[in-house]
């Protein structure tokens, strides 16, 4: 490939399937492209599983193409099956447009919009789906859709083959996202379409329907679905999703996630997840055993940097610097923090009750199997008995006590009246 765009991602690692990548190289080495990512608008964040995308569209911007985000919450009032095995739950109008407002709000961190050549734009396919009477829909689109190609999809499949119930309204997602990519066509010219792997029929879906209606040439790009060692689907903590707004996730607990990462995780991060150049992180990857944990720093702050700015992220490495090192109390302002009224604890509260208040555990049992495997510390100091009480005593030096599990979870705790 000679078009600096597709080298650089696929040095990075951002390819995974790609319609026709020899014209596509062709035609991003003569021109601008303008390219576009889509997402429904189901929660109020995107997650860390988003992220793959965000960061190469960014990289299609700083190489000089111009990106388009577009927000849906046309689709989202039907729900994609793609990756799921069941039904996803019916918004009302409300939820969406707060919902479509903070996501809004997340991709301006990434992305540069304006008027610029290449500055990004939004666009909302409620505009083009909102007086689209479903008759005409039928008429003009639907004999362009054949039953026996929307079989094969591999949404309809995994939910067939899983005897789980398709309803007819999300059947109907792949035609309205074909019609997405149609529209942006006609209107901007926009002739390439980024997402994750799980979209791939719905991007040659939409390629076959733009060549059907005006015979354009238009492109499809995924990128692989990133796992952890574990197996684990990347995004996906113990308990939930890691998400990219702080009223969702800490700064603290994002920038730990980076910073615990696998050490076999740690060099395609930095290809993926940061800015850095090709030829410093070729540099870094030649770190091994302590050095390595420095690297894994670079990729934590990187990434905290971008999201949460200059001064969350050296507040919070500061604060797990702190803990690291075990050198104290100080820098500890970034902690993800719970309050304990000094009411409740004048006669004690029973530690294994605090670690569940503080979602350190998901439960008494969990918070016992916890302290009996040695998990569990107070201001540096191993809880061994399962009985211990949390009592005002331990807040009259600070007014305030860390727990920890292990080295990578940290609580503190604030006594308030």
Not at 396 to 416: A, D, Q, T
Request: hydrophobic content about 40%.
């Amino acid at each position: 490939m000679k078009s600096e765009f597709l080298v650089e991602s696929q040095s990075r690692g951002f390819i995974h399937q790609a319609t026709d990548l020899e014209s596509l190289d062709n035609y991003m080495s003569n021109k601008v492209v303008i390219s576009y990512l889509g997402f429904d608008v189901t929660a109020n964040s995107l997650h860390i599983g988003n992220l793959v995308q965000i960061m190469w569209l960014r990289l299609l911007q700083r190489m000089g193409h111009k990106p388009i985000i577009l927000l849906g919450e046309g689709t989202t009032k039907i729900g994609d099956p793609s990756g799921k095995d069941s039904t996803r739950k019916i918004l009302n109008d409300t939820v969406i447009r707060s919902n479509l407002d903070s996501i809004k709000s997340i991709i301006k961190k990434y992305i540069t919009f304006g008027d610029g050549k290449n500055d990004g734009i939004f666009v909302n396919n409620t505009e083009w789906f909102s007086d689209l009477k479903y008759i005409d829909l039928l008429k003009k689109f639907g004999s362009l859709f054949t039953i026996n190609n929307m079989m094969n999809f591999e949404s309809v499949k995994r939910r067939l083959n899983r005897n789980y119930p398709l309803t007819f309204l999300e059947f109907n997602y792949m035609i309205l996202q074909s019609i997405d990519f149609l529209y942006l066509n006609s209107r901007f010219g926009c002739a390439l379409q980024i997402a994750g792997s799980d979209q791939w029929g719905n991007i040659t879906s939409g390629i076959d329907l733009i060549r059907k209606v005006n015979g354009n040439k238009v492109f499809g790009i995924t990128s692989p679905l990133i796992t952890l060692v574990s197996g684990d689907k990347m995004g996906k903590s113990v308990k939930n999703s890691v998400w990219l707004s702080d009223s969702k996730y800490s700064v603290f607990n994002f920038w730990q996630y980076w910073r615990n990462i696998d050490d076999s995780n740690v060099i395609p991060f930095l290809k993926i997840f940061t800015d850095l150049s090709l030829q410093e992180i070729e540099k870094l990857s030649f770190c091994k055993g302590e050095e390595l944990n420095d690297v894994k720093k670079i990729l934590a702050d990187s990434v905290t940097r971008i999201i949460h700015g200059e001064s969350a992220c050296s507040e919070v490495s500061k604060s797990a610097t702190s803990i690291f090192n075990n050198i104290g109390n100080s820098g500890l302002e970034g902690l993800p923090s719970f309050n304990l009224r000094s009411s409740i604890v004048t006669k004690g509260m029973p530690v294994i009750d605090v670690l569940q208040s503080s979602e350190l555990s998901s439960s008494r049992s969990e918070s016992r199997r916890l302290i009996r495997s040695g998990s569990i510390k107070i201001d540096s100091v191993k809880v061994i008995d399962e009985n211990t009480l949390i009592c005002s005593e331990h807040f009259i030096k600070k007014g305030f006590i860390v727990i920890s599990l292990g080295k990578k979870r940290h609580v503190r705790l604030n006594l308030v009246t």
